[in-house]
């Protein structure tokens, strides 16, 4: 290029820069009216629907004060309150509760807009995302997915209002395990969030233990040192393992915000980096927050500060509680549960409720008379009970806990609830530095002590009941559930959608939701709190919540269809019906023979080689009923469109991963039996196969694990079951 | 003709004893070893799936590594994106392909010495079809002439791009394939005498294309409407006086006249889904299949399991893939909407091909006119060795096979004697990867990136077992003493120097 060229090509790139580089107009013009002085939620509710509709359009959405000149699709955000465009339909707008939101067609001059409102900034986010879900989005667990033939654009004949028959929808997150959410980093949570958010839960609850890294505290000279994910185990993932494509090279599982980090100090930050994002993105996305924690159980550490306490025996030993010594008021374990507290409260000032977990194995029972004595006396319980009426009623009960057990947390329930009262009564401690009240609400209080929740409950408290380990077992125990007085006080339920026990395989259980959520509008309680480990399954049952909350007409069947016919088009429903009944049959069988079937810890498959001396007859049927479910899940798969699967394929492999589940479990029960009777041809056959058959289904799942989740049950049956017999396999062939 | 040598010719380091086996093909030895100079001092192709003529054999002697991993005798690596279609090699460069952000295909070239990267296109990938996992939408493995890069990918067609600067040379489209079972498209091309030849099997308008090489024009177009989908790619036999193209598809090996895609003869003896590929050594095309479910079932018993959603044991219009609606009218014969027991007889399928599942190894003499199968068809064998997926490698005088689990057997090509059957090389897992060989060794992939290395030769002996570091789906090229690796996200170079 020579020289006099140069400033006609500087002018010519300098055009190029000044000009707009506009989008290329395939979709429609769309307006979106909101006004500028709306409150921050409002504004962003209006991107959010600009959002959606360009995905399911690609519509070009102007957003603006003023109502558009030109005739196009128009929406406008907020309520007469806060949406100076909406002034004119003021006297005809309903009254709408704070979490009350619609979608109505109202004429504002000469033409007719979509009105997408609320009774506060959050229920108008919620009402964008109704518009998102009736024009066919769906938000899944993951993330969005849009129908390739959305329903047409249309802002007329609309008049929908929504209003919650549920109003406390509470999703759990973080807890224990590397199958769970303990194994998210932030940017995973947030999605997580974000897609929450849409389908309308208002509060996360951040579930922590002590040994975790999220919060520090220091009593007595005393530091936290303890920072353990996942019980303190190490997962690696190196080698010839199975599904070792999800791990991208790691040698190590990890949760990714914790990755390398070894120190005190540095996880500790991480920790509550990542705890305290979780609550400010679910503020920012109008939801309240809350941080559970066990106020009796402290990092071993502390031993030395508390003389006589007891070692935790969980999984692990990482943990103290009160022992015979201390009694429910003494004021060294006070303090110390207070110093706890306070660490929390100080790293988390933006904390909504603090949700206070009555322990799960109490052991601290030698103190119940007197301090149900003291607790009936403070509550001014009259008639009082005798507390051996209520043993003998946790000893009778048909819940998981009862007999020895239920006694043992009855009695453990009632010592801590005298040490809570007395916690509680200090007016300063649950004061956050941001200037208000921290809510508490008590965990997992024994139902026996149901009845008299309202008086026994520090005022301004709530609760948060729990029933029983699955969702099926729970609703059986309906009865109990109804000696709750619910309506006397802020109550929720801990709904588990999928659990522990039953660990790695698929779960699902809608049916028993629905059961319980009609117990729950009938007993005035104000809500639920969602109890699961891996969210891949749960898409289901979350959207059944979702839709159910506001709408007490909706059924499993009318859920799934909701769900399902938008994404993955007509004839797949019929299938996925059997999917989930495949599903919720399997876990049934389970949940009745053997609850803690595949709990995810170090004996998860080797108890099923080591022991017995046969094989169940249910094993067979559980694996048919995953069989079948996978080919109805592939039959689905076969018909629904490319968005839909999305939700079809991962049912279908993760089924396949069940199938070959039980398949190994099934060959490595024989291949135990001949071992332990010498018959070695066969041990090694049946080795083989369960090796096999465990490499299949972790392939499986690894095919189309998206979650840290599923990253999580692969490290885990790698590190317990595959890599260990895999080196038995081979050392049998070097013999 | 094309010749590699023989497992006897080039020893592994830890090759076992065969006197037998050595005193038996020392002839053919010789024959190598008279060759070899040939050889010397040109760079080595791998122009295509499995090298030349999809044999999968290296025609150097230079040293192949027996040990190494991702961290370990690496010459060189590049990050090229997620990709399951073979690296190719010509002329000191390495091609690759590459399907990245779930919208854009990638063909790149690196220097084959260093790895450097030569150049890198992108491509839009428009809207893309279903395919089944672990199918990519860049599966198809490109082929060169040297000059010149085709790469194929469904919804662009064929394109050729300069080999030395990675500029656009010409674009063909061709029809979109569609798959009952949404397997989608994995069919790969490959160059003959100034022809790119593409066979796309579908269930829709199968078909074998020849493409001009200089300009992409249509030589002509052959329609194979008696196939159902596969991806066998096409392979030269020259037997009998005469050059064919030989594809194997549902039922039936053809052989096809290069000059104008004219059918020339077909050998009766394969089975429904046909997607490994046939070799071919002196004259006599080898192949290896592995077709689910038995001899009876045909299309209908898949189009019954997985298309008949409402499982009623009929097939409806709505039931039916989009694509293939236009064709339910022709299977519905009473036209009522339904397909029923006898009508699924044929839907879809030619009805005098009607053949169904098992396993077979076969060796058919090349060459021939018409129906050969009663002529040709040299031995062939039914157990349940071979893979669905995974082609069978020739090399010397012996046939090897792996499967799912890293299940291997070997026979004698001469007549399909046993060498050994149903074998573990010691890694588990799936199997995508096609085998190997050179420098008298077996390279063996599994999908879980671990490669196996055994010796050539009449008994299984593993050598080494290696560890890429992630999964791998693609067969490995190799030219000149090294291993082009192309794992789901990287390719490496592997080699002693």
């Known amino acids: 290029m020579t020289r006099r060229w140069l400033p006609l090509f500087a002018f010519g790139a300098g055009l190029c820069l000044a000009t707009p580089v506009l989008p290329a107009a395939e979709g429609p013009a769309v307006s979106i009216v909101i006004d500028p002085q709306a409150p921050p939620l409002e504004q962003f509710a209006a991107r959010e629907l600009a959002g959606l509709l360009e995905s399911l359009y690609k519509a070009q959405a102007t957003l603006g004060p003023q109502l558009p000149t030109q005739p196009e699709p128009t929406f406008v955000i907020g309520s007469p309150a806060t949406n100076r465009a909406l002034a004119a339909v003021a006297t005809t707008w309903p009254k709408l509760s704070d979490q009350g939101h619609l979608l109505r067609s109202v004429r504002l001059g000469d033409r007719e807009v979509l009105a997408v409102g609320g009774g506060s900034p959050v229920a108008t986010l919620w009402a964008a995302y109704e518009v998102g879900h009736q024009l066919g989005a769906r938000y899944l667990l993951h993330g969005d997915v849009f129908p390739a033939e959305p329903s047409p654009l249309t802002t007329a004949n609309f008049d929908l209002i929504f209003e919650p028959t549920l109003r406390l929808r509470t999703w759990r997150t973080v807890n224990d395990f590397p199958i769970g959410p303990e194994s998210w980093g932030l940017a995973e949570q947030k999605q997580m969030l974000r897609q929450l958010a849409k389908l309308k839960y208002n509060r996360i609850l951040v579930s922590i233990y002590p040994w975790q890294p999220f919060l520090h505290f220091e009593f007595k000279g005393v530091a936290k040192q303890t920072s353990l994910l996942w019980f303190g185990k190490t997962y690696r993932v190196d080698g010839d393992i199975a599904g070792r494509g999800v791990f991208k090279g790691a040698k190590v599982f990890e949760n990714p915000d914790f990755a390398g980090l070894t ?13 305290g994002g979780i609550l400010d993105t679910a503020h920012e996305l109008g939801m309240t927050t809350g941080l559970l924690l066990s106020p009796l159980e402290f990092p071993r550490e502390f031993a030395p500060n508390l003389p006589g306490a007891e070692a935790v025996h969980q999984l692990a030993s990482l943990t103290i509680g009160p022992g015979a010594q201390q009694r429910p008021g003494d004021e060294t374990l006070q303090q110390l549960a207070k110093a706890q507290l306070r660490g929390a409260l100080d790293a988390y000032p933006q904390l909504d409720a603090l949700y206070l977990t009555l322990p799960e194995f109490p052991g601290w029972s030698t103190h119940a008379p007197e301090a149900w004595d003291r607790l009936a006396t403070r509550s001014k319980l009259s008639p009082k009970p005798r507390l051996e ?32 009262q007395t916690l509680l009564a200090d007016p300063a401690l649950l004061r956050s530095s941001r200037g208000h009240t921290v809510q508490p609400v008590l965990v997992s209080v024994d139902p026996a002590l149901f009845p008299l929740l309202p008086q026994l409950v520090p005022g301004g408290a709530g609760t948060l009941a729990f029933l029983d380990y699955t969702a099926r077992k729970s609703a059986a125990q309906r009865e109990l559930l109804r000696t709750l007085p619910a309506s006397q006080l802020d109550s929720s339920l801990i709904l588990t959608l999928a659990d522990d026990n039953v660990g790695v395989l698929p779960q699902s259980s809608v049916p028993a939701l629905h059961e319980q959520l009609g117990e ?3 007993g005035g309680f104000a809500g639920f709190s969602t109890r699961y480990w891996m969210p891949g399954d749960l898409d289901y049952s979350a959207y059944y919540l979702s839709r159910a909350a506001f709408d007490a007409e909706v059924t499993p069947a009318t859920a799934l269809s909701g769900l399902v016919t938008p994404l993955c088009g007509a004839g797949a429903v019929d299938r996925l019906k059997l999917v989930f009944a495949s599903i919720e049959e399997a876990t049934a069988l389970i949940e009745q023979h053997d609850l803690g079937f595949a709990f995810p810890v170090a004996s998860i498959l080797r108890k099923h080689y080591e022991g017995g001396d046969s094989v169940p007859e249910w094993w067979g049927q559980v694996g048919q009923l995953y069989l079948r479910g996978m080919n109805e899940a592939y039959r689905a798969n076969q018909r629904s469109t490319l968005e839909g699967r999305t939700l079809t394929l991962y049912l279908a492999r993760r089924l396949d991963f069940a199938f070959n589940y039980m398949n190994c479990v099934e060959a490595l029960r024989k291949a135990g039996i001949a071992k332990r009777a010498g018959d070695a041809e066969t041990h090694a056959a049946q080795l083989q196969t369960a090796v096999e058959a465990l490499h299949d289904a972790l392939n499986a799942q690894a095919a189309v694990a998206r979650s840290n989740s599923d990253r999580g049950v692969i490290a885990v049956l790698n590190q317990y079951a595959y890599r260990p017999l895999k080196q038995e396999l081979e050392a049998l062939d070097q013999e | 003709m094309l010749f590699e040598p023989t497992w006897a010719s080039s020893p592994a380091r830890h090759r076992p004893n065969r006197p037998s086996w050595f005193s038996q093909f020392l002839p053919g030895l010789a024959v190598t070893l008279a060759l070899l100079p040939l050889n010397r001092g040109k760079a080595e192709e791998w122009p295509q799936f499995r090298g030349p003529n999809a044999s999968g054999v290296s025609s150097s002697t230079t040293p192949l590594p027996t ?49 450097k990267l030569l150049w890198r296109r992108e491509f839009d990938a428009g809207k893309l079809p279903r395919i089944t996992p672990p199918n990519s939408h860049a599966s198809s493995t490109p082929a060169t002439d040297g000059e010149r890069v085709f790469c194929y990918f469904s919804t662009l067609g064929m394109l050729a791009l300069n080999a030395e600067s990675g500029a656009d040379l010409w674009k063909t489209p061709l029809p979109q394939p569609a798959y009952l079972m949404d397997w989608g498209a994995a069919s790969s091309p490959i160059v003959y005498d100034g022809q790119v030849i593409f066979c796309q099997d579908d269930d829709l308008a199968p078909r074998l294309v020849s493409l001009d090489a200089r300009t992409g024009e249509q030589n002509w177009q052959t329609a194979r409407p008696d196939m159902l989908a596969g991806y066998a790619v096409p392979v030269i036999c020259e037997a009998e006086g005469q050059v064919d193209i030989v594809i194997s598809g549902s039922g039936k090996l053809k052989g096809y006249n290069p000059t104008n895609g004219s059918e020339r003869w077909t050998c009766n003896t394969l089975l429904r889904t046909m997607m490994t590929s046939p070799v071919v050594k002196d004259g006599v095309v080898y192949i290896s299949c592995q077709s689910y479910g038995d001899e009876k079932r045909t299309l209908k018993f898949a189009l019954l399991e997985w298309l008949d959603t409402d499982q009623d044991g009929e097939l409806t219009l709505e039931e039916t893939p989009a694509e293939f609606r236009p064709r339910f009218g022709t299977s519905d014969r009473d036209g009522n909407g339904r397909l029923q027991e006898a009508e699924l007889d044929t839907a879809f399928q030619s009805p005098d091909n009607m053949v169904g599942g098992g396993a077979t190894i076969q060796a058919v003499r090349g060459g021939g006119q018409g129906d050969i199968t009663a002529t040709h068809l040299l031995w062939n064998l039914k157990n349940t060795s071979p893979s669905n997926m995974v082609s069978p490698l020739v090399v010397g005088r012996q046939l090897f096979i792996v499967k799912r689990g890293g299940i291997s057997s070997s026979f004698d090509i001469e007549k399909g004697d046993t060498l050994w059957k149903m074998s573990r090389i010691g890694n588990l897992g799936d199997y995508y990867s096609s085998p190997v060989a050179g420098d008298g060794k077996i390279y063996v992939t599994g999908e879980n990136g671990f490669i196996t290395v055994l010796a050539q030769g009449p008994k299984l002996e593993v050598l080494a077992k290696n560890d890429m570091g992630e999964p791998c789906v693609a067969t490995p090229a190799i030219a000149d003493g090294r291993l082009y690796i192309r794992t789901r996200e990287q390719i490496f170079c592997v080699g002693d120097r």
């Open chain 2, 67 to 115: 040990e190494f991993s991702f961290e370990n005798k690496v010459l060189w690596r590049a990050q090229v994106g997620d990709g399951v279609a073979c690296p190719i090699v010509s002329r000191g460069r390495v091609f690759v392909t590459a399907f990245v952000g779930g919208k854009t295909f990638v063909v790149s070239a690196h220097g084959a010495a260093d790895g």
């Open chain 1, 263 to 275: 120190d005190y100090q540095a996880r500790r930050e991480a920790g509550e980096r990542l705890v």
């Open chain 1, 520 to 522: 729950l509008r009938a």
């Open chain 1, 389 to 420: 009426e209520l043993v003998q009623a946790a000893r009778q009960r048909t819940v998981t806990v009862s007999g020895d057990r239920g006694e043992a947390a009855l009695r453990g329930n009632v010592a801590a609830l005298d040490f809570l």
